[in-house]
C-alpha cells in the first residue's frame, strides 16, 4: 500500500504561479512513476504530468508544455508540481498517483494504483 497526500494549492489570478507537492508514504519502494492529474467541474480526470521515479524523466500534457514542471525528491518521497503562467482553464482539482508497475507510458489513469485526495486549483480569469 502507498498513501499519497496533496497540499498546496489555492486561487491565483490569471497569469501567476503556484505549486502543489505530494507526500508519499507506505511502500514507496515500489514506486515506478508518480503523476499528476486534474479534474474540473463537469470534465473527466485528464493527465497533467508524470515523472518516472528512478531516472526523473518526465511527461507533459501538450495543454501544460512550458508552463508545469514536475520533479521528485526520492528521499523524501515527494512529488512536486511548479504551475507558471496559470491560465483560468487550468482550474480544477489536482490529484497525486502513485504507479506500481512498469509501463511504457504514465498518461493514462490506468497506470495508476494509488491516488490522493485532490486539492484545489482556482484561477481567476
Known amino acids: 500500500q502507498v498513501q499519497l497526500v496533496e497540499s498546496g494549492g489555492g486561487f491565483v489570478h490569471a497569469g501567476g504561479s503556484l505549486s502543489v507537492s505530494c507526500a508519499a508514504s507506505?511502500?514507496?519502494?515500489?514506486?515506478?512513476?508518480m503523476g499528476w492529474f486534474r479534474q474540473a467541474p463537469g470534465k473527466e480526470r485528464e493527465f497533467v504530468t508524470a515523472?518516472?521515479?528512478?531516472?526523473?524523466?518526465?511527461y507533459y500534457a501538450d495543454s501544460v508544455k512550458g508552463r508545469f514542471t514536475i520533479s521528485r525528491d526520492r528521499e523524501k518521497n515527494t512529488a512536486s508540481l511548479q504551475m507558471n503562467s496559470l491560465k483560468h482553464e487550468d482550474t480544477a482539482v489536482y490529484y497525486c498517483?502513485?504507479?506500481?508497475?512498469?509501463?511504457?507510458?504514465?498518461?493514462?489513469?490506468?497506470?495508476?494504483?494509488?491516488w490522493g485526495q485532490g486539492t484545489q486549483v482556482t484561477v481567476s480569469s
Open positions: 515523472i518516472r521515479w528512478n531516472s526523473g524523466i518526465t
Open positions: 498517483a502513485a504507479s506500481t508497475a512498469y509501463s511504457l507510458d504514465y498518461n493514462t489513469r490506468d497506470r495508476y494504483h494509488y
Open positions: 507506505g511502500r514507496t519502494w515500489y514506486i515506478y512513476a
